[in-house]
């Protein structure tokens, strides 16, 4: 009996990064506030605040709840068709609700708030970079990509030009990106 | 004489956009507000509204007036180096004020609206992606890089690695990154 608040604290938690996502996804960027979610979720503001700072601080944990390893690469043994389907699964999830609207949220935010941008790189963009990483280096170990290169870079390269298109232009991520893109990989690496 | 009340206007608008650019740099983002520009540059908040219907028509403008053709690439014959002299000379320039903290702010209103999206891609970074594609395609021409390769979406990778480090993250674009890119560029298309 002695977790019960503590599940039920828990359990609050959970219900108020949801509402927060929700509101996020309805409103948009521009309608998102504490009082909205507050006002959603039958809370008080100083609920909320009590736990979480700001706005931003909140948003982090409401997109770690529903970012998952569903995005994490598959290995099949062929580098390009897994970094492929990987691109063309994780872009759509990225883009679209519950993730899309709280994500490019948190991303305006932070470009006024360095501490913010270290945060969202330390916990999101961080484990996309080292997740792709981890997928070319096994590549590399089975011959499937040249050895002896330093592919830290690279895997910063596949990651950042696509939340380039994304964040920056109204072009899609879509198959002729992709491939385009593992084109140039595979000319510089592949074996 | 006639051309006399054109050209008040002119410097007006020089005025307005230039005090923009003061305010973002001083202030910040987070104070950054038509009031604050009006207020600093002597004018109602009507005369601002008239012409620019909201901050970011403004910030577009301040940021066209200081975007200079200074950061275009050099052509000395050879593709490596053109290219990271123009990478390390344009990073900082786009960084730091006046156009660091305008741009950023852009940047950021653009994540919650599309259109201003459209068009910060169109009157800057698509200015950016041409006149990549323009010099390694000369490069190309040239013999430096192999031919029958369509360069367009390549173009993309060098100016989206970059915009992503410095918008993403709190590493810096410096000559360790700019190397390490160029490095996987000339791997897949140097001669």
Redesign the interface.
């Known amino acids: 009996m002695t977790d019960e608040p503590r599940r039920r604290g828990a359990a609050r938690t959970d219900e108020l990064l949801r509402v927060t996502l929700e509101t996020a996804a309805e409103v948009?960027?521009?309608g998102l506030n504490v009082e909205a979610v507050a006002r959603r979720a039958g809370v008080g503001k100083h609920t909320i605040y009590r736990r979480w700072p700001t706005m931003a601080a909140l948003l982090l944990d409401a997109l770690s709840r529903v970012w998952t390893t569903d995005l994490d690469y598959h290995d099949t043994g062929d580098i390009r068709a897994d970094l492929r389907e990987q691109f063309l699964r994780s872009a759509p999830a990225l883009a679209a609700p519950p993730i899309g609207p709280v994500y490019?949220?948190v991303?305006?935010?932070?470009?006024?708030d360095?501490a913010l941008?270290?945060t969202?790189?330390d916990r999101f963009?961080r484990t996309v970079e080292e997740s792709t990483l981890a997928r070319i280096k096994r590549a590399q170990e089975a011959g499937e990509l040249v050895s002896g290169?330093?592919l830290?870079?690279?895997a910063?390269?596949l990651?950042?030009?696509l939340?380039?298109?994304h964040?920056?232009?109204?072009r899609a991520v879509d198959e002729t990106?992709v491939d385009?893109?593992l084109?140039?990989?595979m000319?510089?690496?592949g074996t």
Chains 1, 2 share one sequence.
């Open positions: 948009g960027y521009a490019r949220a991303i305006a935010e932070a470009q006024a360095e941008r270290a969202l790189h963009l290169v330093d830290t870079f690279p910063e390269v990651c950042g030009t939340y380039y298109r964040l920056l232009s109204t990106a385009a893109l084109d140039m990989f000319a510089a690496y």
